[in-house]
């Protein structure tokens, strides 16, 4: 009988999407009767504290990623990329410490960049293998190749056929072993949960100060739409709290199983052009709205990628409007169209 394995998974702290995804290796891990360890900060530190609360954690140096409140990401990101390249360096150094604490068997990083170490399999997980930045996509993706050069492994969450969820950006041209794993979602389809006709979800979700900009837009809209409307705000630093007014109902966060379950009954999700967040609608087989934080060159190259493959519809964050929703998207066939 093999003995179990001593695994680290460590999510990059970036809106929740890398710690959600990581949800399902961490349960496949438990079932095979590995020892898992999870590693991150912030918000997504808390989510899998919240799901896996017997698990032990570890807190790594925050990259201390925001967006700016105009457009510039690329830009912002410049800027600051001084203290990200420190903070990989100073990661790094603190998973010397937990190798030997924990006597490491694997590393499973998504998306932190200074997670790997020459003793132990280290495993890199990313989607964007082939960063759609404009411009900046050569100078993007040396850096990214530079840094995925230390991993063993690169899993890529897609398939690598004409059913590929990201496009070109999961597209890969390095030299490591790439492995294409297919979708991650913390979420499995459950036909018997009923959809609710004309019910609304909207997912708010990412770093500040575009998740709260949005929150007003939507907020100053919702006496437009005469239908059952479910917010839910991606603020985990709290309690799920919940409060209704009139066909609205507005919570702090939600557990898996509960979201899941709001996804099912919903007909719309409005929501952000995420990966992970995609990967998710494509587990439910949803029809969304999306609209792409500002900026953010990723979420827009999915955004008009999905919808000229008409599954679904977008629109900036500036000319949302909430009401529209249905009639603009009565044109898209959702990820149900997609085996």
């Not at 020892?35 to 698990?55: C, M, T, W, Y």
């Not at 590929?164 to 949960?193: D, H, T, V």
């Amino acid at each position: 009988m093999a003995r179990s394995k001593n695994i680290l998974i460590a999510p990059l702290n970036w809106g929740l999407g890398h710690a959600s995804r990581c949800i399902p290796i961490v349960r496949q891990h438990i079932e095979e009767g590995n020892r898992v360890i999870l590693a991150s900060d912030g918000e997504s530190l808390l989510l899998l504290q919240k799901e896996f609360p017997n698990l032990e954690t570890e807190e790594l140096p925050s990259y201390g990623i925001n967006y700016p409140k105009g457009r510039q990401l690329i830009w912002h990101l410049l800027k600051m990329s001084s203290r990200i390249l420190q903070t990989i360096k100073s990661e790094n150094k603190v998973l010397e410490g937990l190798v030997e604490k924990y006597d490491l068997d694997l590393i499973i990083s998504d998306n932190r960049l200074g997670m790997y170490h020459k003793g132990v399999l280290s495993i890199y997980i990313t989607h964007q293998t082939n960063i759609q930045a404009g411009k900046f996509s050569k100078v993007a993706n040396k850096v990214h190749n530079y840094y995925m050069k230390y991993f063993n492994e690169i899993w890529v969450p897609d398939y690598e056929s004409d059913v590929s969820l990201a496009g070109e950006l999961s597209k890969y041209y390095g030299g490591q072993i790439c492995r294409y794993i297919g979708p991650l979602s913390r979420f499995k389809l459950n036909k018997e949960i009923r959809e609710k006709d004309g019910k609304v979800l909207i997912l708010l979700s990412g770093p500040e100060p575009q998740r709260s900009y949005l929150q007003e837009i939507i907020f100053s809209q919702l006496d437009d739409l005469d239908v059952e409307v479910v917010i839910v705000k991606g603020v985990v630093n709290g309690d799920i709290k919940v409060s209704k007014k009139d066909k609205t109902t507005i919570y702090n966060y939600l557990t898996s199983d509960m979201l899941e379950k709001e996804m099912m009954e919903s007909s719309m999700i409005v929501v952000r052009s995420g990966y992970s967040t995609i990967m998710d609608l494509f587990a439910l087989k949803k029809k969304a709205f999306l609209i792409p934080t500002p900026g953010q060159s990723e979420q827009e190259y999915l955004a008009e990628y999905l919808k000229e493959m008409k599954i679904c519809n977008y629109s900036t964050q500036d000319s949302f409007n909430l009401k529209d929703v249905f009639e603009k998207s009565a044109d898209y066939k959702g990820f149900s169209s997609l085996v």
